[in-house]
């Protein structure tokens, strides 16, 4: 599985101690030049160049024909007044994994939005920390603790409502009892 990335989530993500677990879903993700250069950090563009080099990132050009249709798709979610607003590097993300069926990953609320609100993105799939992290629990990579271990590290607070949802269907006993991410077992005795 492959992933397109955008701003609000990298900012987020590379504050995280166990950030690597996103390489244990995505095969490789994509940051797209727009995205690229939105970001200042030092610890960021440390450890996107860390990754660049062991090929687990990918630089995705910006092509003119991604950038009309990403141009066209702000428009779109900009007429719908009960759409938050996407900027450029949201929708480029957005238009990446419609054509090219990479997974985007996101904190935006807009963009998150865009798959239910506009018909010819309804099958995109966009996906936030929290889905990530789900998918770790899933895969074995980690266990309920990283939850917690990623709002305390990354400062991020999930929806209260979709965290819930998450942590009955993995059979998690709690909201990971904030134990680093490592020992806490779920209510099926994996760990």
Not at 18 to 24: A, G, H, T
């Amino acid at each position: 599985m492959q992933a397109v990335v955008d701003t609000c989530f990298l900012v987020d993500w590379v504050k995280f101690s166990m950030r690597d677990l996103l390489f244990e879903v995505f095969k490789v993700v994509w940051i797209p030049e727009p995205v690229l250069g939105e970001l200042r950090s030092e610890e960021t563009l440390a450890w996107l160049a860390e990754r660049l080099a062991e090929r687990k990132l990918a630089v995705l050009p910006e092509l003119p024909e991604l950038r009309a249709k990403a141009l066209s798709l702000m428009a779109t979610v900009a007429s719908r007044l009960s759409s938050p607003i996407i900027d450029y590097p949201e929708a480029y993300c957005l238009v990446v994994g419609r054509e090219m069926g990479f997974v985007v990953l996101t904190e935006n609320r807009g963009a998150f939005a865009v798959p239910r609100v506009v018909q010819e993105y309804s099958n995109v799939a966009v996906w936030r920390s929290l889905e990530v992290l789900a998918q770790a629990v899933r895969l074995g990579k980690a266990d309920c603790g990283v939850f917690d271990l990623y709002r305390e590290e990354a400062l991020h607070e999930f929806p209260r409502r979709d965290l819930e949802k998450v942590l009955k269907e993995l059979g998690c006993r709690s909201r990971g009892g904030g134990n680093r991410g490592g020992a806490e077992e779920n209510s099926q005795g994996e760990g």
